[in-house]
């Protein structure tokens, strides 16, 4: 199950044309609240919330709901020439997100067959396939989500020639 979740981090690179990256990052970022459960979303149509630093960031969405803050966003960029810079970004799912996800599934897949072995004597297949079922679905689902997270980035920077690396 672990490599499962290795495989939902995607590497790509991709070229920005613009003079400053950095600027241009920073006027689609807010700073990450200390307690972003309970800070609303700040209404300043800004998509993105995190840390950006001389050459590197680290975001996720700018939103409230906690399904959308587990898709985080790092990278590094540097200058290529005068109006070009090269950024190398990273979308996944982050750490505590994994560990989260791989507890629960182990929880419920384990609560669920002892009620059921309590109450029938056996262990039925059936509550088995629908556990098995969801966690597919919730799989797809957090598929989607980084599919959207990463064309709001491509968008909203404006970046070009964006190819996925291996």
């Not at 990273?90 to 791989?102: E, L, Y």
């Not at 262990?123 to 098995?132: F, R, T, V």
Request: proline share 3%.
């Amino acid at each position: 199950m672990t490599r499962l979740f290795t495989k939902i981090k995607m590497k790509y690179r991709a070229i920005s044309l613009t003079e400053n990256f950095k600027l241009k990052l920073e006027k689609q970022t807010n700073d990450e609240p200390i307690i972003w459960f309970i800070t609303p979303k700040l209404f300043n149509e800004k998509p993105f919330c995190g840390e950006i630093s001389h050459s590197t960031f680290q975001l996720s969405l700018n939103s409230f709901l906690p399904e959308n803050k587990v898709v985080s966003i790092k990278g590094n960029f540097k200058k290529q020439n005068e109006n070009e810079f090269l950024v190398e970004f990273n979308i996944g799912i982050s750490r505590f997100a994994k560990i989260w996800n791989i507890a629960v599934i182990i929880f419920v897949f384990v609560f669920f067959n002892f009620i059921i072995y309590k109450n029938e004597g056996h262990i039925e297949w059936i509550p088995n396939i629908a556990i098995l079922s969801i966690v597919i679905f919730g799989f797809l689902m957090l598929q989607l989500l980084i599919n959207r997270v990463k064309s709001r980035f491509i968008k909203k920077l404006n970046l070009k020639n964006v190819e996925k690396l291996d």
